[in-house]
């Protein structure tokens, strides 16, 4: 019992959990990118550096060049890419942006329940969600709200100053943040006007709203000055993804249901995130009938019950732990709280016994990128290809892209009316590797005539001359283009089909990660080449 009690009070000392959170960080993102080094995907992580590249090359956002989610992401990207010039240091940085926003929410549950539960979340993690899979917006976002939360509870004026700012941030991070930032806004005038009710609250709350709307304000005027603001308008990511879930909100809520419904018993994380909800809804039913006071535990809920919205489209253990996760600190304090002691130990009980029944250490929704031993075994690096300096693929990725430089090396050598290119590929690494030889006239860095085609063609309609530019240059002959090993031989762009019967095809060699891929090429210049 005295050995028992002495870990007790170790667990309960901050040194302790500062030295924990700061073990955690290291091993999350020491294995984050340990396996990160190894991963091809040049989908997720091609989209996110083309639009990184583009701004570095002074393409003009949204008119000239696709902005997935948000400007800001972009220009974080793109500071990011830019300190080494690969891909890899996107994911990085996203790395570290996790690390830092799995510690600040620990520093929270500490602040409203107690170090225990610290831990407790730090185990939950471990099997959950230890490790980033994508160099995704998705973590900058948690990251903002996270510290905005922190910063919001000094509740000062400069802290409501800078909440403000930084929700409007996120919102310019992420457009599928917009609901989330109008809700958040309300609910923290909401929150101010009852912790100031018998003071001043106006003040509070003209300081958030200008802290609010000032980046807005400033971004709608640097489209302005650039004459941007209708292709902006344009770029209505959500608006599109919506469509592409059905049409409307409430069949992305049904399939959402359904899917929840259908596979919670199997997957911990569905659990926890229902836990999560209940506690949250409970929490603000509880202050509305005034069994609790406390202001910012209602705010917590509320903000959590609102980024559920961010996982309807898709509900999966990386897009819960960077949203709706946050919404565990009213869960611990709850359990902290209450005076049912049999309830509160069979949910610890329950919870510490479901969180290892997921996986990190094999390849699953815990861990997307964990790595089989063939892939340490036969990964290479190549310091030829700058986009991927520190990373090692397979020596067959290598040789398909060096195939892919050769040969565009020798048809910008010997073919001179070839000046552009087009990625008919959903492999946005393509649009890195060729804009180095070539012109692109592609918003959307790639393209797919296959199972990928309905969600291209969604998001090609903001390219309004996407099929008109490439029936000119394949008409003109004065273009190449990469696209999937089809069996049939003409083009399918969006509605249309174009005809290639002036073109020859080259077959790429082939690659587990690469799959099949022909170049197209005029066939006066494979004569020549």
């Not at 500071?79 to 996203?94: M, R």
């Not at 899917?259 to 209940?278: A, D, G, R």
Request: hydrophobic content about 45%; aromatic content about 22%.
């Amino acid at each position: 019992m005295k050995l028992i009690s002495k870990i007790d009070k170790l667990f309960l000392k901050n040194n302790y959990l500062y030295f924990f959170l700061f073990v955690f960080f290291l091993y999350s993102v020491f294995v984050s990118n340990l396996q990160g080094i190894y991963i091809y995907d040049g989908y997720h992580w091609g989209i996110v550096a083309s639009s990184a590249v583009d701004f570095i090359n002074g393409k003009v956002p949204y008119e000239e060049s696709f902005i997935h989610y948000g400007i800001l992401t972009t220009l974080f990207h793109s500071f990011f890419y830019g300190l080494t010039g690969s891909v890899f240091s996107i994911f990085f940085l996203t790395s570290i942006f996790y690390g830092l926003s799995i510690t600040i929410t620990c520093l929270l549950i500490k602040k409203f329940s107690n170090n225990k539960f610290c831990y407790l979340f730090l185990f939950i993690t471990f099997f959950l969600q230890p490790f980033t899979v994508f160099p995704w917006h998705t973590y900058l976002i948690y990251f903002i709200l996270v510290f905005a939360l922190y910063i919001y509870f000094y509740k000062t004026f400069i802290s409501y100053f800078i909440f403000g700012l930084l929700i409007q941030i996120i919102y310019l991070t992420s457009d599928s943040f917009k609901i989330c930032s109008y809700l958040i806004f309300l609910s923290t005038i909401l929150i101010i006007y009852l912790d100031f009710k018998k003071n001043n609250y106006l003040k509070y709350i003209l300081t958030f709203s200008f802290g609010f709307f000032l980046p807005l304000f400033s971004f709608l005027i640097y489209l302005n000055i650039q004459g941007n603001f209708h292709h902006w308008i344009n770029h209505d990511i959500s608006g599109i993804s919506i469509q592409l879930s059905g049409g409307s909100l409430f069949k992305l809520l049904n399939d959402f249901f359904i899917n929840l419904f259908n596979n919670f018993i199997y997957k911990p994380e569905y659990i926890l995130f229902i836990i999560i909800n209940i506690s949250c809804l409970i929490y603000i039913f509880q202050f509305i009938f005034k069994k609790e006071k406390n202001t910012d535990l209602l705010f917590i809920s509320l903000i959590s019950i609102f980024m559920n919205y961010l996982l309807l489209h898709k509900l999966i253990a990386f897009r819960i732990f960077c949203s709706v996760i946050m919404g565990i600190i009213v869960t611990f304090y709850l359990l902290h709280k209450t005076k049912k002691l049999i309830l509160k130990e069979f949910l610890l009980l329950f919870l510490i016994f479901i969180t290892p029944l997921s996986n990190p250490f094999e390849k699953g929704q815990t861990n997307k990128n964990y790595l089989r031993e063939y892939k340490f075994d036969n990964a290479i690096s190549n310091p030829d290809f700058k986009h991927f300096r520190f990373m090692r693929f397979d020596a067959n990725v290598w040789k398909h892209l060096n195939f892919v430089t050769d040969l565009a090396t020798k048809v910008k050598n010997k073919c001179n009316s070839i000046n552009s290119f087009y990625n008919l590929t959903s492999d946005h690494y393509y649009y890195l590797i060729l804009s180095e030889y070539f012109e692109n006239k592609q918003i959307i860095p790639g393209y797919d005539e296959t199972y990928l085609k309905k969600y291209y063609d969604a998001y090609t309609k903001i390219d309004k001359n996407f099929y008109s530019n490439i029936l000119i240059d394949i008409k003109k002959q004065n273009t190449i283009f990469i696209r999937e090993d089809l069996k049939y031989t003409n083009l399918y762009i969006q509605d249309h089909e174009i005809n290639i019967d002036d073109y020859s095809f080259i077959e790429l060699p082939y690659s587990f990660d690469n799959k099949k891929k022909i170049i197209f090429i005029p066939k006066e210049c494979a004569k020549k080449i």
